[in-house]
């Protein structure tokens, strides 16, 4: 089955830095690659995901890049806020249904 | 439109006992996932509904955990008897059918197994 790997497990960032988060995954047959932030008690909020057919999404300051080949994926936070404080998730499917999460990333942004 | 909807928002059971929970998914989603969420930790598929058709249930605990999806519509997850392991927050979340379609997640369940 698939296996996602996330790191790094926490990141603290100063406001206006800059965040990335980075994943792996192993089953070359994964096509599709959400992203998800959470909230301390809350649900899964899907932020941006990307499509094995694009190398590269934005939306906003948020942006997602795909390296299919090496079969990593990253999410780029710029300038960030204290609002974007969260756990963020990555995952991967496609290749079987069964969509597969990494661990987290505990993102805080101090003011 | 109404998102993905859960009941009980919150469960504190005694060991041994059963519970159960409920999920309505978007309307149109002929997808169902139900999700396991240890704290720390990222969803865990448990088992995976087309319309009214369970797949992807490998990593169900078949021996106390037993799911349904009639009228391939709402959806109910019932454990029994429970177990101290089992307390976790407990997800549904919907798509509309593909591999590659995006979830929308319900706000899930909190189960405390005392």
């Known amino acids: 089955g698939e296996n996602v790997e996330q790191h790094p497990s926490t990141l603290s960032v100063q406001e206006g830095d800059s965040a990335v988060i980075k994943c792996t995954y192993s089953d070359s047959a994964s096509n599709y690659f959400p992203w998800y932030k959470q909230e301390l008690g809350k649900r899964p909020q899907l932020i941006i995901d990307?499509?094995?057919?694009?190398g590269e999404k934005k939306d906003q300051r948020i942006a997602v890049t795909l390296n299919k080949t090496a079969k990593h994926f990253s999410l780029h936070i710029t300038e960030t806020q204290p609002e974007d404080s969260a756990v963020y998730f990555c995952a991967a499917s496609g290749g079987s249904y069964i969509p597969t999460f990494g661990r987290g990333t505990s993102l805080i942004v101090h003011p | 439109e109404a998102g993905v909807v859960q009941s009980p928002r919150y469960k504190i059971i005694e060991k041994k006992q059963p519970v159960a929970f409920w999920c309505n998914p978007i309307s149109g989603h002929n997808t169902l996932y139900w999700y396991r969420q240890n704290l720390g930790q990222g969803p865990e598929l448990l088992i995976r509904?087309?319309?009214?058709?369970?797949?992807?249930d490998s990593q169900l605990p078949k021996d106390r955990f037993s799911a349904e999806r009639l009228k391939g519509v709402d959806s109910t997850l019932k454990i029994q008897p429970a177990e101290l392991g089992d307390s976790a927050v407990y997800l549904c979340?919907?798509?509309?059918?593909?591999?590659?379609?995006?979830?929308?997640f319900g706000p899930g369940t909190r189960l405390t197994v005392l």
């Open positions: 979340a919907s798509s509309l059918g593909r591999a590659s379609d995006t979830q929308y």
């Open positions: 509904y087309e319309n009214e058709e369970a797949v992807d």
């Open positions: 990307i499509r094995s057919n694009v």
